[in-house]
């Protein structure tokens, strides 16, 4: 094993505190790093992504079981640290300063991956809907380990009829397998978050035919954005949807949250069926020239 300063010492050294404005809690414990990047399994000479390296806690803790890391950080303050840990594993570690909302991740990666990060609160949702958006499917992602505060994770594992569930339990649900991997304590980070926080592990799984993920992601947005409405008042601004749900057999009076997800794949198949029925029937255009 690599010789390595403890984390307190880099973060001494360098000068560094934890951003409130960038989301940043650092995770010192490097035993729990330990187990959090055993959690997608043999990293051995694998491609992985990690977003918000920070001083790079994580980062080391992947490096010691074998993969090649690519971090995106957008902290400058943490670069020189990150540098240091590249110097104690040469080649095996590629830092990229920039936003990783920005990036595109197939392209940066080159190659199948798996993406483990202990993401910043406050881009954690939108990277998370991001990787499982998208027509390709599977996606280059080979899965996606993520720390969220637990409340977040708690709604990417949620049942039907349950308080968390909603719009992140589709989206992780519907083509991914979505499991709690281990909860861990807010007292763990430095400085100490207000809340607890959750490592959610995803897979993909094979993806339902004849499914446009995004008529799925505008169908639940409009669903979820009025939960509390009956569908006939949240989809009737879905064009096709209240059609789609009386084909179905599903009564317009009930909730979003009363709806499985394999109910909402259904709904979002008759509604993908529907647009490439109106494309299909859209009269070509005279090409100039023609008579």
């Known amino acids: 094993m690599n010789p390595l300063p403890p984390l307190r010492e880099v973060i001494a050294a360098h000068g560094l505190s934890a951003s409130k404005a960038l989301g940043q809690n650092f995770l010192l414990d490097e035993q729990l790093l330990a187990r959090i990047a055993a959690i997608p399994g043999d990293l051995q000479d694998r ?22 890391v690519t971090a995106i950080e957008m902290d400058r303050r943490c670069l020189p640290a990150l540098a240091e840990l590249g110097e104690v594993f040469p080649g095996r570690l590629r830092v990229v300063e920039g936003d990783a909302l920005k990036l595109d991740h197939d392209e940066l990666m080159g190659e199948p991956y798996a993406i483990v990060a202990n993401l910043p609160y406050n881009v954690g949702t939108a ?3 991001g990787w499982l958006g998208g027509e390709q499917w599977p996606p280059t992602w080979t899965s996606l380990t993520l720390m969220f505060q637990q409340e977040v994770a708690q709604r990417v594992v949620a049942a039907p009829g349950s308080d968390p569930y909603g719009r992140l339990a589709i ?20 400085p100490p978050p207000k809340v ?3 490592i959610v592990h995803v897979t993909p799984a094979e993806a339902p035919p004849g499914v446009s993920a995004r008529v799925l992601e ?9 939960r509390r409405k009956m569908l006939r008042q949240s989809l009737k601004g879905v064009p096709g949807a209240l059609r789609a ?9 009930r909730r979003a949250e009363t709806l499985s997800v394999l109910e909402f794949v259904s709904i979002a198949r008759e509604l993908t069926g529907s647009q490439l029925s109106r494309v299909s029937t859209v009269p070509p255009r005279d090409q100039p020239g023609r008579a």
Do not use: C
């Open 171 to 190: 989206l992780a649900q519907w083509r991914s397998t979505a499991k709690l991997a281990m909860k861990v304590h807010r007292s763990a980070f430095t």
């Open 127 to 129: 990277l998370f809907t």
């Open 218 to 226: 505008k169908l639940t947005e409009a669903a979820f954005g009025q």
């Open 47 to 68: 491609a992985v992504l990690e977003v918000g390296p920070g001083p790079g806690g994580l980062t080391r803790a992947l490096l010691r079981a074998g993969a090649r």
């Open 245 to 253: 749900l009386d084909s179905l057999g599903i009564d317009a009076t």
């Open 196 to 198: 607890m926080s959750a």
